[in-house]
């Protein structure tokens, strides 16, 4: 599965499959889910592998992958995983040329996710708060995931923060996988510890997991400084970029999001065409509740039917499918559009705006059809 060029800094394996691939199935298998990696992928042994938590804590810890599926108790959580960068290509070539990998609809997985709850790690090492005694004066410290295996492009190492708050929120679903769909977490997903973080871009979701810090800033990593951030249009190019950086927030949650997957560039020869996709909540406000399609630009919209025969978690994405019928006016080259609502009343917009990097982009799920 993994081929020796994977094995450099400067061309880390990055892919995605081919949209239509990906909605066949409700949990994504590995044997198609996305890779993206800033770095060489680091051969982990599951024997030796230990993870540190430390920082402000009172007791630091040493933990190893026995030890954690073993001393504390096992949840699963089913989410989508995603990446910031997930329809970039729209972004650019929809509104403006922007920079980074060119991900088409496919950066994004669905898979259930087992582990000791990071929660019960943090409550063993037990958080040191310092500052003011009442709870109103602390400032709310950051948890910082770190993998020190292999240099990346842009920094010695790779890491992301999230606020303690979310952390230690019972019901943020969050663990330390040691396995992706019942299997030990492949190579390239993060084996033999990777953290998940339902809702939260994938930037965030460490892989080869290292240390665990809790600490009163953001990780100083490049890629939570100076990367995967939602800039002003202000920032043109690299060098405009430069000053807002430090000023801009750190992307944490997802936006909602839908894409169409089929048909797309196709001729299609009938009098009704069932069109499919999937969709995403935002954040942690899922589950997805509705999907509509529209063949008219926006003007009217048909409703989809959501795919709910599988056990859903408010953090995973729903496969729909709409029928839809063709009338002669609909005769030509069209564009087809899908727009997501979730349980917190979030709905896609027709576009999202325009920012350098191209993340987060979430306007309506496009694709092309010609209809004779
Ligand atoms: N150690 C490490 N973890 C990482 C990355 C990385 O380059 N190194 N990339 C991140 C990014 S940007 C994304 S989108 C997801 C991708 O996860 P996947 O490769 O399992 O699909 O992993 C995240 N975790
Ligand atoms: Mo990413």
Known sequence: MLTEQTETVENPLNREPPVKELIESFLTPPSISYDRNHGPIPHLSSSTHTLHVNGQVKHPLSLSMHA???????????????????????MRTLLKEV???????????????????????????VIQ????????ERKDLHVAFSCYQERCQEDDWFGGSIPLSRCMREDADIILALKMNDDPLPIEHGYPLRI???????????????????????????YQQHDYKILPPEAVDTFSAEK??????AMAEMPINSVVALPEGEVVVSSLIE??????PQGDSGPVTGV???????????EARLDESQARSKWCWVLWTAQIPVSPSHKGHRVILSRATDA???TQPDHSQWNLRGVAYNGYGRSKVTLI
């Open 344 to 346: 917190g009343g979030n």
């Open 129 to 136: 708060h310092g500052g003011g005694r009442r709870r109103s």
């Open 292 to 302: 509509q399609v529209s063949m008219d630009e926006g003007k009217t919209w048909i």
């Open 99 to 125: 920079q980074g990998i060119d991900w088409g609809d496919g950066a994004v997985m669905n898979c259930s996710w087992r582990g000791p709850r990071l929660r019960d790690i943090l409550l063993r090492a």
């Open 244 to 249: 807002f950086w430090a000023r801009v927030p």
């Open 196 to 222: 998940i973080l339902p809702g939260i871009a994938g930037a965030r979701w460490v892989k080869w997991l290292d240390a665990i810090t809790v600490q009163p800033h953001e990780s100083t990593n490049f």
């Open 275 to 280: 069109v499919k996709g999937y969709a995403v």
């Open 68 to 90: 954690l599926s073993t001393e504390f108790a096992q949840h699963e959580v089913t989410c989508a995983l995603e990446c910031a960068g997930n329809r970039r290509h729209t």
